[in-house]
T-cell receptor
Framework: DAGVTQSPTHLIKTRGQQVTLRCSPKSGHDTVSWYQQALGQGPQFIFQYYEEEERQRGNFPDRFSGHQFPNYSSELNVNALLLGDSALYLC???????????FGPGTRLTVT | DQQVKQNSPSLSVQEGRISILNCDYTNSMFDYFLWYKKYPAEGPTFLISISSIKDKNEDGRFTVFLNKSAKHLSLHIVPSQPGDSAVYFCAASARWSNDYKLSFGAGTTVTVRA
């Protein structure tokens, strides 16, 4: 049973560029959340998708947007990249109404 | 505003002894608490959780204690093993308030010495 998968593993972008990160949830899960983890900090919630809609959003600017597809996979898009966007981006999946979220290995984004 | 706090950035313990990790929270709406373990270059792995209606939950070597009046929870690992060396995150959610996100602490790095 495959767990949560994310691609790519690493990414290097230049300031001002745009990036798309991808996530496939664990089999049987229908809810996907995205988190940003800066160095030395805990993961910070970006947003959650359920039934292809953004259900909840954290304190992140509109430059961060997402999408969920009918097969429950999800994308995170970040526009106009800033140096401060450099972080580990984690995708987590769960079934609706279940508290435990299961995380993928993350995508390490470096903005230069 | 950090609603979940892990005030000890690191913990060193001898193999076979008990590891105690602490976590404090400020949001009284939190009703579910989780512990995750994270190795370098991997995502966080779910360890154990506890609902606010309980004060203790045990799973093998891992036990989580919840003190709601003090807004404090702890994770006990007994006995500690070298493979337990990792970063441990405390997380909380407020599902009954339709708050679906997990709020994380900054983590505690555990080193188990042989």
């Amino acid at each position: 049973d495959a767990g949560v998968t994310q691609s790519p593993t690493h990414l290097i972008k230049t300031r001002g560029q745009q990036v798309t990160l991808r996530c496939s949830p664990k089999s049987g899960h229908d809810t996907v959340s995205w988190y940003q983890q800066a160095l030395g900090q805990g993961p910070q919630f970006i947003f959650q998708y359920y039934e292809e809609e953004e259900r909840q959003r954290g304190n992140f600017p509109d430059r961060f947007s997402g999408h969920q597809f009918p097969n429950y996979s999800s994308e995170l898009n970040v526009n106009a990249l800033l140096l401060g966007d450099s972080a580990l981006y984690l995708c987590a999946s769960t079934m609706d109404r279940v508290n435990e979220q299961y995380f993928g290995p993350g995508t390490r984004l470096t903005v230069t | 505003d950090q609603q979940v706090k892990q005030n000890s950035p690191s913990l060193s313990v001898q193999e076979g002894r008990i590891s105690i990790l602490n976590c404090d929270y400020t949001n009284s709406m939190f009703d579910y608490f989780l512990w995750y373990k994270k190795y370098p270059a991997e995502g966080p792995t779910f360890l154990i959780s506890i609902s606010s209606i309980k004060d203790k939950n045990e799973d093998g070597r891992f036990t989580v204690f919840l003190n709601k009046s003090a807004k404090h929870l702890s994770l006990h690992i007994v006995p500690s093993q070298p493979g337990d060396s990792a970063v441990y995150f405390c997380a909380a959610s407020a599902r009954w308030s339709n708050d679906y996100k997990l709020s994380f602490g900054a983590g505690t790095t555990v080193t188990v010495r042989a």
